[in-house]
């Protein structure tokens, strides 16, 4: 194979990246990311990878979830806080039930970009340029906004970087601290009846909490108590910023993509022969790999020994996105004859992509009683070959949308107008997420009974 840097991509075919017509300004906006600090750490790239390493064993689990796509215009602090308040409250559902450490990562904080389907959108009888994500183009219906534009890498670098400190003070500087269990509860959740028993959960640990202080173990000298480990991730989809973020570590001499803890290539994208699967095949963070209905064992193999050569643990996740109707049908044999590899694999949950449905009102949408059921069968077809569930994945928001139907809230078709406000695809909000979590809860009770 041939000697890998950051530039090998070059040399294959690459689907869904833009064509920047500005070439001397694209040129201009590596050299200046190149130049610019990295916004994570190779050291905490490879905590991760330790923790994975966990996962794939069933001695933790992983918690992924974010935007479907981050937006320049919503960029706030408060949005920053809930969709950190809603992570740390289903980690401690999770952590409760089935007494394992969760691992917390977010989509957020360089997750810009977006595979589409078309390369076009017609509006009124006009093309426009598919919007492909703030870091590559305008979402407004205006010819000249939707050309790629690499100036806005600089502004996604930039966005990230508050993004990441912003949540390093939550994760670090008191937030975290589970005295404050109760006050991660959103408002417009804690009448819910899974708010509620949130709030019950909740109890017990504060409960807990003055039973071990009355033991002498408290936050002022047990920080586990008061901090969280919080880690980034992101689609490696536009490889002009990703190998402009690539930078040598000093102690181990590896090359990490420090625009994130954990990268990740689509479905669209992880061709063994092309471009996205060359560059991550270099970097040393954590990977991962979607993987849908029309994958095959061989492909398989073939992508662990590209990014996975060494059989590290914790280096590779294959994150499942099938379908609730698919998942029984065709994950069950392509496991089984997986396991008997011997590969080390991050088996992980994508319940989201598989269940997306257009609505008889034109919005594109998610039932969340599908969510539920790929979450369940594939839960259950681990078990039943011996093997861990060892994460999900999901698009999820803090704020109180109305994107994906049903659940608790009963939301409706006619209800997806209310507050329907993602970039692209439709997000699970707090409520949806926490209800989620409950029923992960009962899984990792029962895996943890076995």
């Not at 063994?272 to 270099?282: P, S, V, Y």
Request: include cysteine; hydrophobic fraction near 40%; charge should be neutral.
């Amino acid at each position: 194979m041939k000697i890998w840097n950051c530039k090998t991509w070059r040399d294959f075919p690459i689907q869904q990246h833009p064509v920047y017509e500005n070439q001397e300004e694209l040129l201009l906006v590596e050299q200046q990311l190149r130049e610019l600090p990295p916004l994570v750490f190779a050291k905490e790239s490879r905590s991760l990878q330790d923790l994975l390493a966990l996962a794939s064993k069933g001695k933790a689990f992983l918690l992924q979830g974010g935007d479907c796509a981050e937006s320049f215009l919503h960029f706030n602090a408060v949005r920053i806080r809930d969709f950190f308040k809603v992570i740390i409250q289903m980690s401690a559902i999770l952590t409760f039930a089935g007494s394992c450490p969760v691992i917390k990562v977010g989509r957020i904080a360089g997750q810009f970009a977006k595979p589409r389907t078309s390369e076009i959108e017609t509006y009124n009888g006009i093309d426009f340029p598919s919007y492909r994500g703030d870091i590559i183009n305008d979402m407004e219906l205006d010819l000249e906004k939707r050309k790629p534009d690499a100036k806005r890498m600089l502004s996604a670098y930039h966005q990230s970087a508050s993004t990441l400190n912003l949540l390093r003070a939550f994760a670090k500087g008191g937030l975290a601290d589970l005295k404050e269990v109760h006050q991660w509860n959103l408002d417009f959740v804690k009448n819910n009846d899974f708010g509620k028993q949130y709030e019950k959960l909740a109890d017990k640990i504060t409960q807990t909490l003055g039973f071990m202080e009355a033991c002498g173990i408290n936050p002022q000298n047990t920080p586990l108590l008061k901090e969280v480990d919080f880690y980034t991730s992101h689609e490696a989809l536009l490889l002009h910023y990703e190998e402009s973020m690539v930078r040598k570590d000093s102690l181990s001499g590896g090359y990490y993509d420090c625009s994130a803890h954990m990268l990740w290539v689509g479905e669209r994208t992880r061709a063994i022969n092309e471009a996205h699967i060359e560059f991550l095949r270099g970097i040393k963070n954590p990977v991962g790999v979607k993987i849908g209905a029309n994958i095959t064992k061989d492909e398989i193999l073939k992508i662990c020994d590209i990014l996975n050569p060494n059989n590290e643990a914790g280096r590779l996740s294959f994150i499942v996105r099938m379908g609730a109707k698919n998942i029984e049908k065709i994950f069950p044999k392509l496991l089984e004859s997986l396991l008997k590899e011997g590969r080390e694999i991050v088996w992980s949950c994508d319940p989201m992509h598989g269940n997306t449905i257009k609505a008889n009102n034109g919005y594109k949408t998610r039932d969340f009683q599908s969510i539920l059921s790929e979450v369940r069968s594939f839960f259950a077809i681990h078990k039943s070959y011996g093997s861990y569930a060892g994460g999900v994945h999901l698009e999820m928001t803090g704020d109180n949308v109305t994107e994906c139907i049903g659940g608790s809230q009963e939301i409706t078709e006619s209800r997806l107008a209310c507050n329907y406000n993602t970039q692209c695809d439709p997000r699970l909000n707090a409520v949806q997420s926490i209800e989620l979590a409950f029923l992960i809860a009962d899984l990792l009770k029962d895996r943890k009974i076995d």
